[in-house]
């Protein structure tokens, strides 16, 4: 089993450019949830998805967006990028519709950086 | 609103000596509460959680955690450290004012010298 998977890994932008990162989630899991975790930060829960919808969303702005595909992976969009969105951003997958956090995986993450 | 308070920013301890990592939580609802681990370039590995259960929770790698309601607190120990153990915890909240989110303390970082 692979696990929660991301990709890439790392990524450099630069300000006001547009970011798309991509999660695929543990086999048999039907929800993904994706967290900031900025530096010496706790993570900081961004959006999740089930069914192709976003289901629930935390206090960040507009320009994150996301989409979740008929085989459960989910892409995160970022868009006029700011420095403040330099993070690790992680991609937690989860089974039986998310009912349950203590069945959170989470994947390695996607550092970005933007100059 | 939910809240985590970890105490601790750094503990240093020595191999073969107990871990004390300090935690406090605000919740308005019957709280869920979790400590993860977080080594580097690894992703997030659950240690433990407490869900209105037995209040003295044991997580994997020896590691155990006692939920005090009185106290706001959900503290995590180790009788004996390991190297292996040096890593970030994250101490963690959820309840159904937060629904399906967690929300994350702002990590303690834990050093084991030999």
Avoid at chain 1, 61 to 75: A, K, L, T, V
Avoid at chain 1, 91 to 96: E, I, T, V
């Amino acid at each position: 089993d692979a696990g929660v998977t991301q990709s890439p890994t790392h990524l450099i932008k630069t300000r006001g450019q547009q970011v798309t990162l991509r999660c695929s989630p543990k086999s048999g899991h039907d929800t993904v949830s994706w967290y900031q975790q900025a530096l010496g930060q706790g993570p900081q829960f961004i959006f999740q998805y089930y069914e192709e919808e976003e289901r629930q969303r935390g206090n960040f702005p507009d320009r994150f967006s996301g989409h979740q595909f008929p085989n459960y992976s989910s892409e995160l969009n970022v868009n006029a990028l700011l420095l403040g969105d330099s993070a690790l951003y992680l991609c937690a997958s989860s089974p039986d519709r998310g009912r349950r956090n203590e069945k959170l995986f989470f994947g390695s993450g996607t550092q970005l950086s933007v100059l | 609103a939910q809240s985590v308070t970890q105490l601790d920013s750094h503990v240093s301890v020595s191999e073969g000596t107990p871990v004390l990592l300090r935690c406090n939580y605000s919740s308005s609802y019957s709280p869920s509460l979790f400590w993860y681990v977080q080594h580097p370039n690894k992703g997030l590995q659950l240690l433990l959680k407490y869900t209105s259960a037995a209040t003295l929770v044991k997580g994997i790698n020896g590691f155990e955690a006692e939920f005090k309601k009185s106290e706001t607190s959900f503290h995590l120990t180790k009788p004996s450290a390991h190297m292996s153990d040096a890593a970030e915890y994250f101490c963690v909240v959820s309840d159904r004012q937060a629904g399906t989110a967690l929300i994350f303390g702002k990590g303690t970082t834990l050093s084991v010298s030999s």
